[in-house]
């Protein structure tokens, strides 16, 4: 009886390999026209590497000697007026010791007010400066933004996701789906025009 359902089960087995190799090589031809069709598709979701941007834009690059030349004028000017205030000090130590407790305390009040607005100054110029830096970040946006629109539709893009080194929104896309070369190329033209 061992010998009939060892039998019996060696014959099944056999019965299930041939089976199984059978579907298998059947599905093969479909497997190789399905792997032929997918290059052919176009991808419908693109990324561009965003660092790559940032430093090829030619508006970013602009934008950047923009701020930084802003941001030069800035310090040299809030650091002529600390000159000249500590200057003013300077020459006040000097002569203290010859002017009257009225006089004294007058240029003290005096000296210390123009500090005061000294700080407010150097206060508020930052500010500006960080102000007029959001804003041209907000341009920068702004261009790239309504630029990936226009791209996207030309080229039939239903999503353009942005990659940066360090940004743990996108861990890894594939190289294939990488747009950057052409979609800086086409940014910078379209800059290139308008800057004309």
Do not use: H, W
């Not at 110029?125 to 946006?141: D, I, P, R």
């Not at 800086?184 to 800057?195: P, Q």
């Amino acid at each position: 009886m061992k010998q009939t359902a060892s039998i019996f089960t060696k014959i099944t087995l056999g019965v299930l390999l041939a089976g199984s190799i059978t579907a298998c090589n059947q599905n093969k031809p479909a497997d190789k026209t399905a792997a032929t069709t997918a290059p052919s598709v176009k991808p419908e979701i693109v990324y561009i590497n965003q660092d790559s941007v940032s430093l090829k834009y030619e508006y970013a690059k602009d934008m950047r000697k923009r701020m930084e030349d802003k941001g030069k004028a800035a310090q040299n000017d809030v650091g002529g007026r600390k000159q000249a205030f500590q200057r003013e000090v300077a020459e006040y130590q000097k002569v203290a010791n010859t002017l009257s407790a009225d006089q004294r305390q007058t240029k003290e009040q005096d000296l210390q007010r123009k500090g005061q607005d000294l700080q407010t100054y150097e206060q508020n110029a930052s500010a500006q400066f960080q102000n007029e830096q959001a804003g041209e970040t907000q341009k920068l946006y702004e261009k790239v933004y309504s630029f990936s629109k226009q791209y996207a539709k030309d080229n039939g893009y239903k999503m353009i996701l942005t990659f940066q080194t360090g940004n743990t929104q996108l861990l890894y896309a594939d190289p294939s789906l990488e747009i950057t070369a052409d979609f800086l190329k086409k940014l910078n033209d379209a800059y290139a025009k308008d800057k004309k």
